[in-house]
């Protein structure tokens, strides 16, 4: 026998003396061999926390090529990681990333930008940029999951342009870290200077105390729900029923400002898994558009469906609110808080018109043809149709507990929704941006008014007419020109000003540019109490429905005593809230002659509740005054008292007297 066949008997015993699979497991027929699969990549090993990341792949020179290597735009690709290495799940979470290079963003995947903003995005807007994940908002522990990487991390490739590579370091991040207030994030390390990976270990904040809890899900213990939390505008989107491939949606939007209000307001979102409606009820799309889902996918689906009884395709919706003359139609109307003509209030001013909704009937696509497979879409934004109106920045939709309605039967039970998110929207305020409303003051006391700053809501870049300076002050006026547009008063200042002896600078200064105009007159000032006038100008061209205005009164609010020709009232520690008179509410436009629109109310105070009050010394003047919401710039200064003037003048001449007195008594 060869050394070949020996070899081979020998292998052929231990094969027989091995045991088999299935006659281990009590006979059967042989098991299939298990299927390899490639080596999961390792995560960091000394982070157990939730690992930050930020790859740089690929840089590549592009068009157009300059000398100035600061400005030379580079092509780059990248891919950012959250990784949950801890104990706990990681909800809603959101990447704030500080790039350091004028980076555009052109793409991104597995995420959205927080604020809503739309690609291409230019990151120098802010100095962070925040990115949150769609459709995967929360990343479960490697204990819940088996490390499922699937489940526990979130890999967000991104594709854009950034400027100003150099050939000592990569065109790195400075900085990674977690948007949630809970967690640490310690300053990215980075091995070297032409190292392309940047990362960090957030670890939970010992000395975080959050005021709420998770919320149970008592349908699957495994997860919970985010707490309800509070903004300027909550929009919550409620899931009523749920089919396999559509699901009838109730989008509710809720004030909660005490000042911010909307006209005519326009909601829109950004649908990422091709939905679209089907149908509304208290609410109408701006175009009724059907060409997409026609000509995409959702056409060759919904072979069997009739398109031309669909509202709306587009990815981005825009949603208008009804008249009030719908709220009784049974096809468009007859939803709570609907058909307001786009009106949400605050409530403060009225409670009953601080809420809108409307419902909609959405439809879905594959591969989400379940009836459990819900996702809210991503990227809203709400406006109102006035420029007084305030803007908005909002969240992404976060998963809250089920919404619970009362019974509809009139039962003591209450109904819970399928699925509930909730989008919390702020009130923001832009970078170098004015204000839309201006103040001036004027007193009994004094002839001249103090009117709205230069160029108090910005001046045009191109302005028509003479040439104006843009940081001259503004010229002391007569009362009688607060009634005449500030283009036609040039002659009545400029009289004014050789009247009283004022300078006039060359050139004039600029207007105020502002749609509408408040003069806070202080009337009278007297032993046991004083009054002021307020008057509200309005040099639009569409009237103000609705208005109101809030002046803050910081010495003189506790001697507040009523509004006369207006509705008043005290809120809050310093604040006093005005608002027109039923069936009076209305600010009129300017009219074509350039007559404002004009309403004002005589106020008066008491000095009972404030003692030592001096009214004409300035606490008879607010420091804010906000109108539908909007801060209005505010005079620099009051006007003069004479009187003052003349008695202090009186006393310095007494003490000079005296003091001559006395040198002279010395001589002597």
């Not at 890999?155 to 990674?176: A, H, Q, R, W, Y």
């Not at 305020?429 to 839309?436: E, G, H, L, V």
């Not at 200042?493 to 540019?513: I, R, S």
Request: aromatic residues 10%.
């Amino acid at each position: 026998m060869g050394s070949s066949n020996l070899h081979l008997l020998l292998l052929t015993s231990l094969l027989l003396l091995l045991p088999h699979p299935s006659l281990s497991q009590g006979g059967g027929s042989p098991s299939p061999p298990s299927p390899v699969t490639a080596p999961a990549p390792a995560p960091a090993m000394d982070c157990n926390g939730v690992q930050l990341s930020y790859n740089l792949e690929s840089t590549e020179k592009i068009r157009p090529f300059l000398k100035d290597p600061k400005a030379q735009p580079y092509a780059f690709k990248a891919t950012a990681t959250v990784l949950n290495s801890g104990v706990t799940t990681l909800k809603s979470w959101a990447l704030v990333v500080s790039f350091a290079h004028s980076e555009i963003l052109v793409s991104i995947s597995n995420a959205v930008l927080t604020d809503g903003s739309d690609l291409p995005y230019n990151t120098t807007v802010d100095s962070s940029t925040s990115f949150s994940g769609y459709p995967t908002t929360d990343l479960l522990t490697p204990i819940a999951t088996a490390g499922d990487l699937t489940r526990i991390q979130a890999e967000i490739p991104i594709v854009g342009t950034l400027f100003g590579k150099t050939n000592t370091s990569m065109p790195l991040p400075t900085d990674l870290s977690l948007a949630d207030p809970s967690f640490i994030c310690p300053t990215p390390t980075l091995p070297s200077k032409l190292s392309t990976t940047l990362s960090t270990c957030c670890v939970p904040n010992p000395s975080f105390k959050s005021n709420t809890s998770l919320i149970p899900n008592n349908t699957d213990p495994s997860k919970s729900y985010l707490p309800r939390r509070s903004g300027d505008l909550t929009i919550t989107y409620d899931v009523l029923q749920a089919y396999s491939s559509s699901y009838l949606a109730l989008v509710t939007m809720e004030n909660n400002n005490r000042l911010g209000r909307l006209d005519n307001w326009q909601l829109s979102w950004e649908w990422k898994r091709q939905e679209f409606i089907y149908s509304m009820k208290g609410a109408y799309p701006l175009d009724v558009d059907t060409n997409g889902c026609v000509y995409g996918p959702q056409g060759n689906y919904y072979k069997e469906l009739d398109f031309s009884k669909v509202l709306n395709c587009q990815s981005k919706p825009v949603i208008l609110d009804l008249p009030l003359s719908r709220y009784n139609d049974t096809v468009l109307g007859k939803i709570p808080y609907c058909c307001r003509n786009g009106t949400i209030l605050p409530k403060a001013m009225d409670p009953s018109q601080s809420i809108s909704s409307f419902q909609m009937q959405v439809f879905k696509m594959p591969p989400d043809m379940n009836r459990t497979d819900l996702y809210p879409p991503a990227n809203w934004k709400i406006k109102g149709g006035s420029s007084l109106n305030p803007e908005y920045v909002c969240g992404q939709p976060a998963r809250v507990s089920p919404t619970e309605f009362p019974d509809p039967s009139g039962l003591e039970s209450t109904t819970s929704v399928v699925a509930t998110w909730q989008i919390i929207c702020n009130i923001t305020t832009a970078k170098n941006s004015k204000p839309k409303c201006c103040v001036s003051f004027s007193a009994y006391y004094n002839e001249s008014v103090i009117p709205c700053k230069t160029c108090a809501c910005g001046c045009p870049a191109n302005r028509p007419g003479p040439t104006c300076s843009t940081t001259a002050p503004a010229l002391l006026v007569p009362s009688q020109a607060l009634l005449v547009p500030f283009d036609n008063r040039t002659s009545e200042t400029l009289a004014w000003a050789e009247l009283k002896h004022f300078n006039v600078p060359n050139p004039m200064p600029c207007g105020d540019y502002c749609g509408v105009s408040i003069n806070w007159h202080l009337n009278a000032d007297y032993s046991k109490g004083w009054t002021a006038r307020v008057t509200f100008f309005n040099w639009e061209g569409v009237d103000l429905a609705n208005w109101f205005a809030a002046v803050v009164m910081d010495k003189a609010y506790a001697g507040f005593e009523a509004a006369y020709s207006f509705n008043g009232s005290a809120v809050g520690n310093d604040t006093i809230f005005m608002q027109g008179l039923e069936g009076l509410n209305y600010l009129v436009k300017q009219t074509p002659e350039g007559v404002p629109g004009k309403q004002q109310s005589v106020i008066s105070f008491t000095k009972k509740t404030t003692p030592g009050i001096d009214v004409v010394a300035g606490d008879g003047f607010p420091t804010k005054i906000y109108f539908n919401g909007d801060e209005c710039s505010m005079p620099g200064r009051i006007p003069m008292s004479h009187s003052f003037r003349t008695s202090a003048s009186g006393v310095f001449t007494l003490v000079m007297l005296v003091v001559t007195s006395a040198l002279l008594m010395f001589e002597l």
